[in-house]
C-alpha cells in the first residue's frame, strides 16, 4: 500500500511540521476527516468553490479508504476493496475520474458457469445453465419477488429475508435440486451483493418503494491493473491536486463541537497528540468506526443521530485473492469470469463464489468472495485455514488434486480493520430510509457527514461516496459564506467531474 504514498511523504511531513506550528491559534475554514472517495470529493469540491483554508486528515498512509489495489508480484496487482465501477457510463462522476486518469476501464463480461458435487449428481461436475437458468426465473424472479412484494403490501411486520425465504419454501414445497438452485439463486443476488446474511437484511427494503439502490444505468467495469494502477492509481490521480492538503497517518480521536463558532479535532500521529480548529467538519469514516464508538464526541451525539448509527447495519464482504503462475494448468475456463458452486443446504455461501480476472487481465488470479455471517466467521479463521477451506471448495467443484496450490495468497478482513469495521451499508432488519437521511444531517451547522452509508439513492458504492462528499462541501461553502472562501484555483475547469457532470448524475 506505500506504493502509492510514497511521493506524498515529503509533503505530508511538511504539513505536519507546519500543524505543530499552527495549532496554538490557527482554525482551519474545513477540517476533512477521511480521504476515500467522500472525503476526497469533498476537498475538491471545496477547491473548486475556490475554498482552500482546509486540511483532510487521514488515518492510513494513502488515500482510499476501503478501496485499495496491492502489489502480489512483480506485474501482478488486485483490488482489496472495491471491484467494479458500477454503471460505467459519463452519468457517473467515478468512470469520469477514471477515464481522465488515463487509466483504462474495462466491461466485465459477466458470464457464469456453475459447478457442483451435490446438485445433479454426487461427483464434482458442471452443471448446465439452462438447470441454474430455470429454477432462478421460475423461483427467484418469477417466484420469491412477487411472493415477498405481496407479504410487504399484507403486513407492516419486520422480518428477516430469511423468515420470507422460508415462507416461499414451504409454500411451494421446494426440495432437491430446485431447493438447492432456489438457495444459490438468493445467496448470489442478495448476500453477496449487500454484504450481509439473509438472517439481518429487511425484506421491506428489497424490491418495493424502498429499494432505492437503484442503480446508474450502465455495464460493470473494472479498472485496468498493473503497478499505479486499479482503483489506488486512479485514486492517487484525483487527489493529486490535493498533495499539500493531506496529513496520512493522522487518526482522529475526539471531536468537540460544543462552540457555536468552531469545533476542536483531536488526532494522533507519529505516537503525538495534535490538536486542530475549524468552523467546520465534514467527517466521512466509514459507518462501521461509528458503530464501534472509535472517535469521541463532546457533547454526546443526540440520540436520533446515534440511533441512526446503530439502526443501520455495515456489512460484511471480504477476499481471498489466489494467484497462479501463468503457466500452471487450471481445470476451469479462461474465457469466463464468474465460477458458482451449488453447495448442499446449509453451505451455500461457503466460499462459492468465484471471481475469475483471467478474461480482464490475462493473468491467472482467482478471487473467492465471502459475505454477511460467513465472512465473519471466516475473519476469525488463520490464513492457513481459509486456504484450506477456499481449496476444498474448489475441489468440490473440480475434483481432488485437480487444483494446484496457488503461489501466492491475500487474504482480507475488512471488519476486524479498524479504520473500516466492515465492508459497506446495508439495510439492517429494524432499519429504514429516515436512519440513512438522519445519518447524513449536519449538527448545528458545522460537523457535517458524508460517505457512502449517507446517500440515501447509492449506498455501497464509490459514486455513492463521491456525490455524498460533494453534496457536504456545497453545504459547507453555503454555511461558510463567500466571505470565507480564501483563493482560488482552476480544478473545476480542469476536472468537469466536479460540478457538471455530478448535476447530470444526481
Not at 430455470?134 to 419477488?145: K, P
Not at 410487504?152 to 419454501?169: E, F, G, P, V
Not at 492517487?236 to 469545533?263: C, E, G, M, Q, R
Request: charged share 20%; hydrophobic share 35%; net charge negative.
Amino acid at each position: 500500500m506505500s506504493a502509492y504514498s510514497a511521493s506524498s511523504e515529503k509533503l505530508d511531513d511538511q504539513v505536519y511540521q507546519d500543524l505543530r506550528k499552527m495549532q496554538a491559534s490557527a482554525v482551519y475554514d474545513v477540517v476533512i476527516i477521511g480521504a476515500g472517495w467522500a472525503g476526497l470529493g469533498a476537498a475538491r469540491t471545496l477547491q473548486s468553490k475556490g475554498q482552500n483554508n482546509f486540511l483532510v486528515l487521514e488515518a492510513e498512509d494513502s488515500v482510499g479508504g476501503r478501496c485499495r489495489t496491492v502489489e502480489i508480484d512483480g506485474d501482478t496487482t488486485a483490488e482489496l476493496g472495491c471491484q467494479w465501477i458500477h454503471g460505467a457510463t459519463t452519468a457517473n462522476p467515478v468512470y469520469n475520474i477514471a477515464t481522465s486518469s488515463g487509466i483504462a476501464t474495462i466491461e466485465s463480461i459477466g458470464n457464469v458457469a456453475y459447478y457442483s458435487d451435490v446438485f445433479g449428481g454426487e461427483r464434482p461436475h458442471r452443471v448446465p445453465s439452462a438447470d441454474i437458468r430455470t429454477i432462478s426465473r421460475t423461483h427467484y424472479t418469477n417466484g420469491f419477488i412477487p411472493f415477498q412484494a405481496r407479504l410487504q403490501d399484507s403486513t407492516n411486520q419486520d422480518q428477516s429475508l430469511r423468515q420470507t425465504a422460508d415462507k416461499y419454501i414451504s409454500n411451494k414445497n421446494l426440495e432437491g435440486d430446485t431447493r438447492l438452485g432456489f438457495e444459490y439463486a438468493l445467496d448470489t443476488n442478495i448476500p453477496q451483493n449487500y454484504a450481509a446474511s439473509l438472517e439481518d437484511l429487511l425484506f421491506v427494503f428489497l424490491w418495493n418503494r424502498w429499494d432505492s439502490d437503484s442503480q446508474i444505468s450502465g455495464s460493470d467495469h473494472l479498472i485496468e491493473q498493473g503497478p499505479g494502477k486499479g482503483y489506488s492509481g486512479v485514486l492517487s490521480h484525483y487527489a493529486a491536486p490535493l498533495a499539500n492538503k493531506i496529513s496520512y497517518d493522522s487518526t482522529v480521536t475526539s471531536i468537540n463541537w460544543s462552540s457555536s463558532s468552531k469545533v476542536a479535532i483531536s488526532y494522533t500521529k507519529a505516537g503525538q497528540t495534535v490538536n486542530v480548529e475549524a468552523k467546520k467538519v465534514i467527517l466521512t469514516v466509514p459507518l462501521g468506526v461509528l458503530q464501534k464508538g472509535s472517535i469521541s464526541f463532546a457533547p454526546a451525539l443526540p440520540s436520533w443521530k446515534l440511533q441512526a448509527i446503530n439502526k443501520l447495519g455495515m456489512g460484511v464482504y471480504n477476499k481471498v485473492i489466489m494467484r497462479w503462475n501463468d503457466d500452471d494448468t487450471l481445470p476451469w475456463p479462461s474465457d469466463v469470469e464468474w465460477l458458482n458452486r451449488i453447495a448442499s443446504l446449509g453451505d451455500q455461501g461457503h466460499w462459492t463464489e468465484f471471481f475469475n480476472l483471467k478474461p480482464a487481465t490475462g493473468k491467472q488470479v482467482l478471487v473467492a468472495f465471502s459475505a454477511g455471517r460467513e465472512s465473519e466467521r471466516v475473519e476469525a479463521l488463520s490464513d492457513d485455514s481459509i486456504k484450506s477451506e477456499v481449496m476444498e471448495s474448489l475441489e468440490a467443484m473440480f475434483g481432488t488434486s485437480s487444483v494446484p496450490e496457488p503461489e501466492q495468497v491475500v487474504i482480507t478482513r475488512w471488519k476486524a480493520n479498524p479504520l473500516s469495521a466492515g465492508a459497506y451499508s446495508y439495510y439492517k432488519l429494524g432499519s429504514a430510509p429516515k436512519h440513512r437521511t438522519d445519518l447524513g444531517k449536519a449538527l448545528g451547522s458545522r460537523l457535517f457527514f458524508a460517505g457512502e452509508a449517507c446517500h440515501l439513492k447509492y449506498m455501497s458504492t464509490t459514486h455513492g461516496a463521491l456525490m455524498s462528499g460533494q453534496s457536504a462541501a456545497n453545504a459547507v461553502v453555503t454555511a461558510l459564506g463567500t466571505r470565507s472562501l480564501r483563493g482560488s484555483d482552476s480544478v473545476g475547469a480542469s476536472h468537469p467531474e466536479s460540478g457538471d457532470v455530478l448535476k447530470a448524475a444526481r
